[in-house]
């Protein structure tokens, strides 16, 4: 979800793309996110007592990613955040969460979707009731997105 949606939004970030191969574009023509983290700093706060994981502690997933923890580094948490990068020329996005979601909340979504949605970018965002982090037991979830790929690949041929 989170790598996913930070390609996504950041196809145009030079400074991401690093120092090989740089005459290949980055970007991406379609975005399928499911339950992905936005911004890192949010999601104590936005979890509150329902969080199965404290998001700040040094230990944390995404400390790990940015290399300490996440309160302590705010130029490197807006850094991995898709939220930084969403600019109108970004990709279809489908993004899918659960609103029993304990690990990442599903206000991380909803972020997202709100600033494509300012940005003009074509989204939707799909709330699954009932359901926990990545468990979409309806396999038409499965089948909307896989349809989503095809539509907007097929699209752009």
Same mark, same amino acid.
């Given at each position: ?19 090989? *191969?740089?005459? +290949?574009?980055?970007? &991406?023509?379609?975005?399928? =996110?499911?339950?992905? !983290?936005?911004?890192? $700093?949010? #999601? ?44 109108? *020329?970004?990709? +279809?996005?489908?993004? &899918?969460?659960?609103?029993? =979601?304990?690990?990442? !909340?599903?206000?991380? $979504?909803? #972020? ?46």
């Amino acid at each position: 979800g989170h790598l996913v949606a930070l390609l996504g939004t950041s196809g145009d970030a030079q400074e991401l793309d690093g120092i090989r *191969d740089i005459d +290949v574009s980055s970007r &991406v023509q379609a975005v399928c =996110d499911w339950f992905g !983290p936005t911004d890192f $700093s949010l #999601m104590n706060k936005q979890a509150g007592e329902d969080g199965t994981i404290d998001h700040d502690s040094p230990d944390a997933p995404e400390a790990q990613l940015i290399g300490g923890a996440v309160q302590e580094h705010p130029e490197l948490v807006k850094r991995a955040s898709p939220l930084t990068y969403v600019t109108a *020329d970004d990709p +279809v996005f489908l993004i &899918v969460h659960g609103d029993q =979601d304990t690990l990442v !909340p599903v206000q991380q $979504s909803q #972020m997202l979707q709100a600033a494509l949605e300012k940005a003009k970018v074509s989204s939707t965002l799909v709330i699954v009731p009932g359901a926990g982090h990545g468990q979409f037991g309806d396999p038409k979830i499965t089948e909307r997105c896989i349809n989503f790929f095809v539509d907007q690949l097929q699209a752009a041929k």
